[in-house]
C-alpha cells in the first residue's frame, strides 16, 4: 500500500502471529531482496474492550517504532478492504497510545494523530547548555557544528507527535541538503532515540513544501507524522494557519491544529497497490 508516496508492506496478524523477527521485517522491507517499503505495518486483534485493533510498525531497518500517520490511513482502509471491520471511524492501539483514523466519503482517510508534545523530556530532545532563539510563542533551538554536513550550525524546532521530530526552516526543499544535513540531525546524540528531520519551505500561511528524512529509513516520499509536526512547529513559529496542505514529493496532505492542547488531524490518501503472497528464508540474520 502507499499513502502519498509513503509506501508499505500490511500484514494480517489478527487471526493468529506470524512470529518475525527483526531479520524478517528487514527482508520485506528490501527493495531488491524482498517486497520492498519504508514501513511494515502489522494488524493485530483489539487488545481492549473499546479497541478494535492492535496497529505494530516496523522500520525497514527492523526496529518497531512509534507512529506513522501515513500508515495508520492505510490501517483503515486495509482493514475495510479485507472485511475486518465495516466501521468509519476506528480506535487504534498504538505503541504511544490510541490513534482514530476515519474513513471520508471521498474516499481519503482522516486520523486524530493525538496532541503534539512539547515537554524536552518527552520527545526525548537534550537541550542542556543551548540558548533557545524566541520566535513566535515558540523557540528554535541551536545544535551544534555539523561539519560532516557542511553546516556550520542549525537551528530546528523539536516536538513529538508519538515520534520525535526535529523541524527545520529551509527557502527551497529542492535545494536544501536533506540526505547529509538530515542524517548529521538524525544522528546527534541530543536525541537519545533518534529523530525525524523534517525540511520545511513555508510558501504561504496555508501552503507548504516539506521533505522528510526519517529514522531508520532516510528520505521518503511523504512522512504524515513529520507533516504534522512541521505545521505544528509553523503555527507555533507564527507562520502559519490553522488548517494547511502539506505538498510533499509523493502527494498532499491537509493538516489542521487549532493550538494549546488540541489534536492534529491529518487527512490524505490510502491506496492499495497489490496484494500477494511471499516466502520468507528461515536462514536470515
Not at 493468529?16 to 502489522?42: C, E, K, P, W
Not at 466519503?105 to 526525548?124: C, E, H, K, S, W
Not at 504534522?228 to 489542521?256: E, F, K, Y
Amino acid at each position: 500500500m502507499q499513502g502519498a508516496g509513503n509506501d508499505f508492506v500490511v500484514l494480517d496478524e489478527t487471526r493468529g502471529s506470524l512470529g518475525l523477527s527483526a531479520a524478517h521485517y528487514r527482508f520485506l522491507g528490501d527493495r531488491h531482496f524482498g517486497v520492498g517499503a519504508d514501513q511494515i505495518l502489522t494488524v493485530r486483534p483489539s487488545p481492549g474492550a473499546d479497541l478494535d485493533f492492535e496497529y505494530v510498525i516496523h522500520n525497514a531497518d527492523g526496529n518497531e517504532v512509534e507512529q506513522c500517520g501515513n500508515g495508520a490511513r492505510c490501517f483503515a482502509r486495509f482493514v475495510r478492504d479485507q472485511g475486518l471491520s465495516s466501521k468509519d471511524r476506528l480506535r487504534v492501539k498504538t505503541m504511544k497510545g490510541v490513534i482514530e483514523p476515519q474513513l471520508t466519503p471521498d474516499g481519503r482517510v482522516t486520523v486524530d494523530m493525538g496532541a503534539p508534545v512539547f515537554d524536552l523530556a518527552a520527545i526525548p530532545f537534550d537541550a542542556q547548555g543551548l540558548s533557545p532563539q524566541a520566535v513566535g510563542s515558540w523557540v528554535n533551538w541551536p545544535l551544534e557544528p555539523m561539519d560532516s554536513a557542511g553546516a556550520a550550525s542549525v537551528l530546528i524546532a523539536t516536538l513529538s507527535m508519538g515520534n520525535p521530530h526535529a523541524v527545520l526552516l529551509v527557502d527551497d526543499v529542492d535545494t536544501a541538503p536533506v540526505a547529509s544535513l538530515g542524517l548529521a540531525v538524525q544522528a546527534n546524540a541530543r536525541f537519545s532515540q533518534g529523530v525525524n528531520v523534517g525540511f520545511l519551505q513555508i510558501q504561504s500561511r496555508t501552503q507548504v513544501r516539506l521533505r522528510v528524512f526519517e529514522r531508520g529509513v532516510g528520505e521518503t516520499l511523504a512522512c504524515g507524522s513529520g507533516a504534522c509536526a512541521a505545521v505544528v512547529a509553523g503555527i507555533r513559529l507564527g507562520l502559519l494557519d490553522s488548517t494547511v496542505d502539506v505538498h510533499a514529493t509523493g502527494g498532499t496532505l491537509t493538516i489542521q491544529w487549532a493550538g494549546s492542547e488540541a489534536t492534529v488531524l491529518m487527512t490524505g490518501p490510502a491506496t492499495t497497490v497489490f496484494r500477494g503472497d511471499i516466502e520468507i528464508p528461515d536462514n536470515l540474520s
